[in-house]
Structures are given as C-alpha cells and as structure tokens.
C-alpha cells in the first residue's frame, strides 16, 4: 500500500503557498465598469464537485493559512457555494475563510446559511460607489438592495459572530484629477462609518489587470506578493495569479498534477525568483 499522501510532515525543499484561491464560479452578474470581467475570454462555467472535493483533500498536505473560495466572479452565484464552504470547514477545521462578493445576492436565506459557516476570518463587501446613480454607472446593479444586504450582514454578524471582520470597499474613483479622487473616496468613507458602523472601510488601488483596463497608478517594481497564492480557475487550470483572468499564464492543470507539483514547477519557481520586471506579463502589471 502507498504511503497516504497527507499524512507526511512537509518536506525539505517543497515550498507550500500560504493561500489557495480557488474559482468555484467565474460567474457574474456585475458589469464594473474598473473590472476585467465584463470582457474576460473563457467560457462561463462552474467548477465540477470531483475536482472541488480533489483540491481540498490536497490542501490537507499543504495546509495553507487560508482559503480563499472565489477568483473572477461573484462566488454566491454559485449554487454549491455553503455546501463547498462547509466542506472546507469540515476537512479543513483550522483553515480560515476569506469570502469576497459584491454583496448584491446575500438576501436572507443566505445569510442565514453565511452565519453558520465557521472559520471566516473577512467578508469583503466590495460595494464601490455612494449612491443609486453611480452604483448603476460603475457597477450595473441596484444600490439600495446591496446597501440594505451589507447593513444586513454586519447587524446578524453583530448577533451571531461569525466572521471575525466585514470589509466594505471601494475601488478608488480612478481619474487623474487627485481632488475629484479625494472628494469620491471621502463620501465613500462617510456614507459607510456613518450608516455601517462595525463594518470596516477601505478604498483601495485601482488594478490594470495586466494593461487591459486603464489605471493612472503606475508600476512598481518589486517582488510580487501575490505568487504566495495558488489560483485555481473553475476548470482546474492554475493561473499566474488574480490579474490573469483570461487564464493566459498557466502554471499547471490540477485535473493532472498535484497542487504541489504545480507550485514547485519551474515555471511558478522561476516567477517567484526576481522582481516584477524581469518577467512577461508582470512588467505590465501595477499589482502593489
Ligand atoms: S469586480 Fe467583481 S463584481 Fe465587479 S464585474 Fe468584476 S468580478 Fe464582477
Ligand atoms: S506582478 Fe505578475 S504575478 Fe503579480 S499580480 Fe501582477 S501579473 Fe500577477
């Protein structure tokens, strides 16, 4: 009989991403107007249960800080989504949860099922305008039925303490004029302490995704943090990285080899081994 594969301590020389990021939907039913997305080239599909349940029985070797159960999309799109948490909470019991969503589809029944998830250490509410008008140019969906969710949200997170923090952003409103951007970034902020206390705010960079979306924040070059984490797309591909959302540098398929075995390839290697500058496409990338 072989030797279980998730049992041995981690071995010498084998480096282990501190998160896995993994896209159980590439779904959306937003149109950002600062995202990829709406333009992204792979098909729309959902990640099948056996590969799923095969990413987390390996993650129990590789332990990982976190697991973050969405990429490119919005995750509660996906039907299965509480049932693949749950899962994770049971194989994984000392992992933490990272949720992220647009927050525009947490009407009560899921709710109810979100506070029962154990282990979620943030909920990202990325939320990205102050009022109706906006909201529908930036993000095509309806303002007060997201704003009434996420006060929802932190009022039963309040009640019931399931996630140890709620996050509430922005994109940044992205114009070169610096007191236009002030002014924007400044009624977010306000809107959020003022109605949503207990939430946290935060208007955060705006991404280039590798040069496709325009962005005035310039590169930097400098390690890339994000190569900490494995990115499993919805058909088990593994991208370089969160930008990469058409999937076009490919580390591995995970349908064929170990999510180790990707990690430790040459190619994920050599990416970890130099500053943004050195490689194809992070020289056109401003990820800080
Ligand atoms: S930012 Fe998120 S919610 Fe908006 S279009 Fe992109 S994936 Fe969808
Ligand atoms: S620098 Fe490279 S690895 Fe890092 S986010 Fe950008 S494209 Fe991805």
Redesign the pocket.
């Known amino acids: 009989m072989p030797p279980s594969l998730f049992n041995k301590k981690k071995s010498v020389g084998t480096e282990y991403p501190e998160e896995l990021q993994i896209e159980t939907t590439n779904r ?1 039913n ?3 107007n600062f ?1 990829h ?2 333009f992204m080239k792979r098909p729309l599909t959902d990640m099948s249960d056996s590969l799923f349940e095969k990413i987390i029985k390996q993650a129990k070797e590789i332990n990982p800080k976190f697991i973050l159960p969405f990429l ?3 995750m509660f799109l996906d039907k299965k989504i509480f049932d693949r948490i749950t899962y994770i909470n049971k194989e994984l019991p000392t992992t933490k949860l990272s949720l992220f969503t ?1 927050a525009s589809l947490l009407d009560s029944e899921r709710l109810a099922a979100l506070s029962k998830i154990q282990n979620i250490n943030l909920i990202h509410c ?1 939320l990205n305008s102050y009022n109706t008008a906006d909201y529908r140019e930036r ?1 095509g969906l309806n303002f007060e039925v997201t704003f009434d969710n996420i006060k929802e949200l932190v009022r039963l997170n309040k009640e019931r303490n399931f996630a140890k923090e709620i996050l509430v952003s922005s994109v940044e409103f992205g114009k070169e004029n610096k007191v236009k951007n002030k002014e924007y970034n400044d009624k977010f902020t306000k809107l959020i302490t003022e109605n949503i206390p207990g939430a946290t705010v935060k208007v955060g960079y705006k991404y280039n995704y590798l040069g496709k979306i325009f962005s005035f924040r310039k590169f930097r070059n400098l390690r890339c943090q994000r190569l900490r984490t494995l990115c499993i797309l919805a058909n088990g591909l593994v991208s370089l990285c969160c930008m990469d959302m058409d999937g076009e540098y490919i580390l591995g398929n995970a349908n064929e080899k170990s999510l180790l075995d990707i990690y430790n390839g040459d190619l994920a290697r050599e990416y970890r081994s130099g500053k943004k500058a050195k490689f194809i496409p992070c020289k056109q990338c401003n990820m800080i």
Request: hydrophobic share 15%; with cysteine.
């Open positions: 959306c937003a149109k950002c995202c997305h709406p490119h999309g919005e647009n990325s993000v």
